[in-house]
């Protein structure tokens, strides 16, 4: 069966203001992309929704599908608790009466054929639909109710369904996390944007059907174009990444560290979790829940042997540029790094020497 994927998907939660009646049901977004990476547009898909107690193998409290169509960036939108309904009644779930999980099924064909696509945790809607007899307000994700506030991650934490092209024609989809906006797929260009080829820049493997799932592989020279190292924020660097965007410094990194270390409330390997994609097809192990919809992907390095490119750890980890030079040699940079176990290396200084090769995630200026 041919592989789909949602590259990233949200819960919003519809939140009534002050004693109003709080509406029952809840905003689900997804970007659509076959097993080639493409994505889905314009065409009917069908999903469904089955909302699970205590567990995601737990009793079925809830289901229901949807046929919808996306649009022209793949994207769908729908209400959850408004489509046909398959078992249960939305307005009778006892959200207080333990822990929901929802599980995603998707059939790309838009019939009833659907393949799982992930499970994740309801945290926020027991409070966003039990708060209907209290003094309830949502504002800049967070929800006040009472003398209480809660941070709501939406989903995958970020607004998703603008697009960013290259000078070469490569088209990526973007993800807001917190106050960054982030390509949310590593960069694939040969090119400049003044279309002055990139020299230094490499396929994993020397292979080019991997760029589409991977990018490419860049050296540190090559993603600088002469810039000067920067700490800044924003770095100032463009370097090889589209007009709008930079290649982000090392405090732009971990200021992505800490947002999801943050709001998601969580620390070490679960921060690499909620970044990572779902599934097995880019790593050899995975964790991953892609909560924030930056989809990471083991795209693996290349180091220099004898003067000979080597590629290593593909599927293993995901390591990634930063415009920031290591202070103690000049010869290495520091990296964001997410292990296949899910670690995130970006606070430790994680080093590359700067002939060798990594993967490049632009951020919006």
Not at 314 to 319: F, L, R, S, V, W
Request: aromatic share 10%; hydrophobic share 35%; glycine share 12%.
């Amino acid at each position: 069966m041919k592989k789909i994927f949602l590259v990233s998907f949200g819960l919003a939660f519809i939140i009534s203001q002050l004693m109003a009646q709080v509406p029952q049901c809840i905003n689900y977004q997804t970007v659509v992309r076959n097993s080639s990476g493409q994505l889905v547009k314009e065409q009917v898909v069908s999903l469904k929704f089955s909302v699970r107690m205590n567990s995601v193998s737990g009793q079925e409290v809830y289901s229901e599908k949807h046929a919808k169509t996306t649009n022209q960036f793949g994207i769908v939108n729908l209400h959850i608790g408004k489509g046909t309904v398959l078992s249960g009644n939305f307005e009778t779930i006892d959200w207080g009466a333990g822990k929901m999980f929802l599980k995603t099924f998707l059939d790309l064909s838009g019939g009833d054929n659907f393949t799982e696509m992930g499970a994740a945790e309801m945290v926020s809607v027991p409070y966003a639909l039990h708060a209907g007899s209290i003094y309830v307000n949502y504002s800049n994700d967070t929800l006040y109710i009472g003398d209480q506030a809660i941070y709501l991650p939406s989903g995958n934490g970020g607004t998703t369904g603008n697009t960013v092209t290259d000078y070469d024609g490569n088209v990526y989809g973007t993800v807001t996390i917190g106050t960054q906006t982030w390509l949310a797929e590593n960069l694939k260009s040969i090119h400049y944007t003044d279309g002055t080829a990139i020299s230094g820049v490499f396929d994993y493997d020397n292979n080019a059907s991997l760029t589409g799932e991977y990018g490419k592989l860049y050296t540190w020279e090559a993603v600088m174009r002469r810039a000067s190292s920067s700490s800044a924020v924003p770095s100032g660097v463009q370097g090889v990444c589209p007009t709008g965007y930079h290649v982000p410094s090392h405090t732009e990194w971990e200021t992505l560290y800490n947002y999801v270390k943050n709001h998601y409330e969580v620390g070490g390997s679960l921060i690499g979790q909620k970044l990572k994609e779902t599934g097995t097809a880019h790593w050899e192990t995975n964790n991953g829940t892609n909560e924030t919809g930056f989809t990471a992907v083991g795209s693996g390095e290349m180091f220099l042997n004898g003067g000979e490119p080597d590629f290593q750890h593909m599927k293993e980890a995901g390591d990634l540029w930063s415009t920031t030079q290591f202070a103690s040699n000049p010869d290495q940079a520091l990296e964001f790094r997410i292990y296949d176990s899910g670690s995130i290396m970006v606070q430790t200084n994680t080093v590359k020497n700067k002939d060798g090769g990594l993967a490049v995630r632009c951020i919006k200026d």
